[in-house]
């Protein structure tokens, strides 16, 4: 973001000061800390907006859990069976309390962009299409192509800049 100047003139000199530069919370950087704390504290609202960073930073921090507590259930799994399984079950519980505060933040994702939140009913039943389908169904190739496409076309929609102007879904 370019840095906005002005030219002050104070006892017949001009200098140039740095203005402040109003930021809207579509363009604003989100740490890691504020992040998680945004995530905990709007972890059931499915209105109002997420920025790209507050998306992205969830999005890192439920794949290097999963990475981590699978990896190590798979190290231990011979040496020491129970803990493998009790970290397996746990990643497990782990990802099941976090499906809807994952949705709540795709939707306010979503929003941020202008788009509406109900395409995540499609991820819906592409998930219920992948867990529950038979096996005859879930054979057929043109649903897993559908399925693959679908999901990179809503990361794709998630790495879009925040809509500022004109959203319906602003607070």
Known sequence: MPIKKRVVKSAGKSAVRRAPVSRDSGTEFVSFGKAISNFVKKCFQ???TATRAEYWWM?????VVSFCAM???IKLQVAYPVVAGLIAMLWLVFLIAFIVPWFAVQARRLHD???TAKLLWVSVAFIVYALFAPESVRSIRLLNWLNLAWGIS????YLFPSKTKNNPYRD
């Open 46 to 48: 499915f209105n109002g």
């Open 59 to 63: 999005f890192a921090f439920i794949i």
């Open 71 to 73: 990896f190590t259930a």
């Open 113 to 115: 962009v202008g788009i």
């Open 154 to 157: 809503m990361l794709v929609l």
